[in-house]
């Protein structure tokens, strides 16, 4: 059974800094491209960084470009967010998904305030 | 970036009655447009990947057609717990985008 859960989200203050993790299982998840996903309060979805699954190609959206770096360690089937720079706007549910989409996890709560 | 627009924003039907969901897209995405459904708390699931192909363990009544620009989510017979958010999604260029979402609620 794919399984993907996601660690590391809580409060921090402007302009700090969080690690989120993805733990994977259940599948070969070296030969996966991942996805990091956000949902802010009573907003809808943003997908805001891509790896693929050798780390050759990544992708980051505009809104955290700069800011924000993706990694994965195979050996640890483990995908990662560095996110630096945190804004109030960053506040939001983050998601991690396989290049298939299916299924997500079950999201981890970043909330950034002072 | 790709602009998904959905409509309605907000659909209210009846147990059993149809529902027709509605995604364009500001240019063509091909056949790369899928359909998620969202509960409060949960986080999105799969229903339809490729515009038309039911995700594992899908019922049939969710069904997917279109392609290029104007996509549509068909659920024949409206189930109890088919009430929630309805989100496309284009995977055809970087960035990833998804539509604004399409709340299907009991009328």
């Known amino acids: 059974e794919v399984q993907l859960v996601e660690s590391g989200g809580g409060l921090v203050q402007p302009g700090g800094s969080l690690r989120l993790s993805c733990a994977a299982s259940?599948?070969?998840?070296?030969?996966?491209?991942m996805n990091w996903v956000r949902q802010a309060p009573g907003k809808g979805l943003e997908c805001i960084s891509y790896i693929d699954s050798s780390s050759f190609i990544i992708y980051y959206a505009d809104s955290v470009k700069g800011r924000f770096t993706i990694s994965r360690d195979n050996a640890k089937n483990s995908l990662y967010l560095q996110m630096n720079s945190l804004r109030a706007e960053d506040t939001a549910v983050y998601y991690c998904?396989?290049?298939?989409?299916?299924?997500w996890g079950q999201g981890t709560m970043v909330t950034v305030s002072s | 970036e790709i602009v998904l627009t959905q409509s309605p924003a907000t659909l209210s039907l009846s147990p059993g009655e149809r529902a027709t969901l509605s995604c364009r897209a500001s240019q063509s995405v091909s056949s790369y447009l899928a359909w998620y459904q969202q509960k409060p708390g949960q986080a999105p699931r799969l229903l339809i990947f490729d515009a038309s192909n039911r995700a594992t363990g899908i019922p049939a009544r969710f069904s997917g057609s279109g392609s290029g620009t104007d996509f549509t989510l068909t659920i024949s017979s409206l189930e109890s717990e088919d009430f929630a958010v309805y989100y496309c999604?284009?995977?055809?260029?970087?960035?990833?985008?998804f539509g604004q979402g399409t709340r299907l609620e009991i009328k």
């Open positions: 999604q284009q995977r055809s260029n970087w960035p990833i985008t």
């Open positions: 998904a396989t290049h298939q989409w299916d299924p």
């Open positions: 259940g599948f070969a998840f070296n030969t996966y491209n």
